[in-house]
């Protein structure tokens, strides 16, 4: 990821791009001709119709509002809008700072989720400017096409994308849960995206709604509707548990950062045989950090070990998990407590595999394994899954004491196995997932992979396998 913040990134990109916007749109006009052909069959001409990431203008345009307003984060993009269309109003913000008293009958984003730097402070601003009956209607580009396109990319036939989130139709539903929306109706377009008569027919109105070969359409789309907000609050505390072996660079930022989220927010740093200053590190943070404790053993008896200490020794009702490398922002926290706190699951699992990573993050090798052990765990609990090794986890302390641990090392099959093995429901946070401030990772690509297939077969035989009763 660039040294630029993101969304600045992608303000420069749609700049620079602005001036041959339409002139893309009209090479690639039968995929934007069935984008618009898919919008104006949900929207009622003669609405309330805001469009976010509106580009020039025309998708607003085409549903003919009796209130139309379009905005965009790039200055070029709305200058262009408002030249062509001056019957509407267009305004040059992220929707994050827009302010409007306005509700809106319908609201679209087409590809917008693909360049947002965080998916769930969008739909958090999209809420507000909802009434009862909203519709939202979201497009975003299938993730399994980015090769195709960054070698149409390449050859000069296709626009170039910039900056972009990975992110499956199933991902959008699991952040859904999160927040105060459900899906009506989802689905894929444009299997074909090019037009050659009748193969672009067939594949685009049959081979969307075959099963199984829907998945490979270039385009994903949900509607959605906002729903009462979720105002439980069922007033518990947090333990935050930091594993640490070798972390003297990364422990003392790592406390420091983590928010109080609840009743009651507990640290406990669980140091698994360090043999640098880790200890010594924590040790002197406890007169400043009264809800500090610290957990100190030798030898070093990996990660796992060291969650199921500090799980243990955990005073608050809700369990979670930071990676002392900083990887994962500790202020991100608290996206994993509400969930639980609301009553919304009984499990929260973050997920690396949305947003872009920083450079080096994540090697190519890992990131194709991660992927393959997704698809793994989600066909052996049932659970969509989309990233089992991510560090940070949350879960209630009660559930754990029925969670059998020591089948990985690391802890992470162990505590979703049990929560499947539970019953429990399992939602994804996404994360912003970083390079390590300090140090160097303890994960070795080949020797661990081998390691966690033997958990994902004892997990799946106690999870599928189920003895015979006696007679």
Same mark, same amino acid.
């Given at each position: ?281 924590? @040790?002197?943070? *406890? =007169?400043?950090? $009264?809800?500090?404790? #610290?957990?100190?053993? &030798?030898?070093?008896? %990996? ?100 969670? @059998?641990?020591? *089948? =990985?090392?690391? $802890?992470?099959?162990? #505590?979703?196995?049990? &929560?499947?093995?539970? %019953? ?48």
């Amino acid at each position: 990821m660039s040294s630029i913040p993101k969304k600045e990134a992608v303000k420069n990109h749609f700049d620079e791009i602005a001036k041959d916007y339409d002139k893309w749109k009209k090479k690639n006009v039968f995929y934007y001709r069935n984008i618009k052909a898919f919008i104006l069959k949900h929207v009622r001409p003669q609405s309330r119709v805001l469009e976010v990431g509106c580009g020039t203008g025309e998708v607003l345009a085409t549903t003919n509002p009796q209130y139309g307003v379009g905005i965009d984060i790039s200055p070029e993009m709305i200058k262009l809008a408002k030249e062509k269309y001056p019957q509407h109003h267009f305004y040059s913000t992220p929707i994050e700072e827009f302010e409007c008293n306005e509700k809106f009958d319908y609201i679209i984003m087409v590809d917008v989720m693909d360049h947002v730097y965080d998916v769930m402070d969008i739909f958090k601003s999209v809420y507000k400017l909802c009434h009862p009956t909203t519709r939202i209607i979201v497009t975003t580009i299938n993730p399994w096409w980015d090769l195709i396109f960054n070698i149409m990319e390449k050859i000069g036939a296709k626009m170039p994308e910039g900056p972009h989130n990975f992110i499956e139709k199933r991902n959008i539903g699991k952040i859904l849960e999160l927040l105060n929306f459900s899906i009506s109706y989802s689905g894929y377009l444009l299997l074909f995206p090019k037009y050659i008569p009748l193969l672009s027919y067939l594949a685009n109105t049959l081979g969307t709604r075959i099963w199984g070969l829907n998945k490979f359409s270039c385009v994903q789309y949900v509607i959605i509707q906002p729903t009462p907000k979720n105002n439980v609050d069922l007033g518990l505390g947090c333990t935050v548990v930091i594993p640490c072996y070798n972390e003297e660079g990364n422990i003392e930022e790592a406390v420091r950062r983590i928010p109080q989220m609840g009743e009651k927010t507990e640290i406990i740093v669980v140091n698994d045989g360090s043999k640098d200053s880790t200890a010594e590190k924590v @040790k002197s943070l *406890r =007169d400043e950090f $009264g809800n500090l404790k #610290l957990i100190d053993y &030798s030898p070093n008896k %990996g990660k796992g070990y060291a969650v199921e200490q500090g799980f243990k020794a955990a005073s608050q009702e809700i369990l979670m998990i930071l990676d002392a490398d900083l990887s994962t922002a500790p202020e991100e926290l608290p996206r994993f407590f509400e969930p639980l706190n609301n009553g919304l699951c009984q499990f929260v699992n973050g997920t690396r595999m949305v947003y872009p990573m920083e450079k080096q993050a994540m090697r190519m090798l890992n990131h194709f394994g991660n992927k393959l052990f997704g698809l793994l765990m989600t066909f052996i609990t049932g659970q969509s899954l989309t990233d089992t090794l991510c560090g940070t986890k949350a879960l209630f302390k009660n559930d754990f004491q029925h969670i @059998k641990m020591g *089948r =990985d090392k690391w $802890g992470d099959f162990d #505590l979703l196995f049990g &929560s499947a093995q539970l %019953g429990n429901k399992i939602l994804e946070v996404p994360v912003h997932y970083q390079n390590r401030k300090s140090g160097e990772s303890k994960m070795k690509t080949f020797r661990h992979a081998f390691h966690l297939l033997r958990a994902c077969f004892r997990g799946f035989r106690d999870l599928v396998f189920v003895p015979d009763e006696a007679p």
